[in-house]
DNA sequence: GCATCAATCTAAACGATGTCAAGATAATCT
DNA sequence: AGATTATCTTGACATCGTTTAGATTGATGC
């Protein structure tokens, strides 16, 4: 998480505001963070950030393009989180169920970021471009080709990468579900059921059988 | 799909509606269909079944309870595709992924349902219960005990519910994506495509060992 | 059959939102 | 310094969710 500046009052900013892009995300993401997605509008960002409420359309076309640089932060943060996983886990098998460990728990403590990151309602159907080039895909691609070995078609990576990018999505969305609690405790916490699931999608069985 | 009454005009339609609530929620699927999810609102929900913009609340407490109504109708027929799939396949290795392969082709063919369906900025926290309750949730574990010939500890067949249930959640957020274009031409179109992710889920790798 | 009552709908309004056009203000360039 | 451009404000518009008050109808009891 970046470093925030304060919320501009009426006497602190003069006319004009010096990095009114880069307050407006942050107010956003403030936002975001302690009223939830519902409050997200895009006069309550100018508000918050001591603006009039027609100002961040010099800096951004839209309220889609606004939350656009949003999500580009979001992503950018969880790249260092799954940075930080997979530094952190010493052989390669450990290493694939800490990635996906920490995506998951990405996506629990930032409910709100990750919602805004994979919300489609303004670019339909195509990921953000930096969830491809360089981003925390490749990082599992890479994190499984060194798990192989390299050794696989490039297909199948490909395939293998989207499997385990699915089903970490799909346990992010559904991880804060109460349904799930009792089965929680069963297994002695969250991280604990995370890998629990994790194992059970055994995600490479095809890679390792050949 | 149920049919739909065809939109109500001033003249056809007495004073009193006659069963205004389906209507409503008729209307609000004749909406997303063809505007899409963006143009769901209540004043246009009212529009579309020729009534006031108030008319709604004396039959749902909120917007939110209006689309929970479309997305129990949407639960619905997702059962229906799911029992149509498990009907199809014979043996029950089949059965999973046509199972997995029904899923997403539901929500790639109505993506603004599937969306309301998952829709939580109403209620955060919990499932559907039409999914846990003898709905689709059901099928899917009633699927997996029966390929396990039922020798799985209750534990273990609830985590691989979960496990599959999260693969086929992310995959149906994921499918429509162009990114994965080029993929599914190489791999001979989008049921290949679905089927060869599946396959690299390799969802039961554990069950089988043991 | 008719009066009463509850259910259902409309009309009108309120505050909030996304967005735009005009004008004010300040920084930059020549 | 003067002109130009970027930035911000004011004020407005259409739309939205929701509420209140009043109109219209169906049902109920006599």
């Known amino acids: 998480m970046p470093a925030m500046t304060q919320p501009a009052t009426a006497d602190t900013r003069p006319y004009h505001h010096g990095d009114l892009s880069r307050a407006l995300v942050e107010a956003a993401r403030r936002i975001l963070e ?3 997605p519902a409050a997200l509008s895009l006069r309550a960002v100018a508000r918050e950030a001591g603006v009039s409420p027609a100002a961040p359309y010099h800096h951004f076309k839209d309220k889609s393009e606004l939350l656009e640089a949003v999500a580009h932060e979001g992503w ?3 790249d260092v989180a799954l940075t930080a996983a997979r ?3 010493s052989d390669s098998n450990e290493r694939m169920t800490s990635l996906g460990v920490a995506y998951v728990c990405f996506a629990r403590d930032n409910p709100a970021l990750y919602r805004v990151m994979y919300d489609r309602s303004r670019d339909k159907d195509s990921l953000p471009d930096q969830m491809k080039e360089e981003g ?3 990082q ?3 994190t499984i080709d060194e798990r192989t070995g390299g050794g696989v078609s490039p297909i199948d990576l490909e ?3 989207i499997a385990a990018w ?3 999505h799909g346990l992010a969305e559904m991880i804060g579900f109460k349904q799930f609690a009792p089965l929680k405790e069963a297994l002695g916490g969250e991280e604990a059921f995370l890998r629990a699931v994790f194992e059970h999608l055994g995600m490479f069985a095809k ?3 050949g």
Chains 1, 2 share one sequence.
């Open 34 to 36: 302690t009223e939830g």
């Open 76 to 78: 950018m943060a969880l």
């Open 87 to 89: 530094a952190k886990a």
């Open 136 to 138: 925390a895909y490749c």
């Open 140 to 142: 599992v691609r890479n």
């Open 159 to 161: 395939l293998a990468t």
């Open 166 to 168: 699915c089903a970490g």
């Open 207 to 209: 890679l390792d059988q």
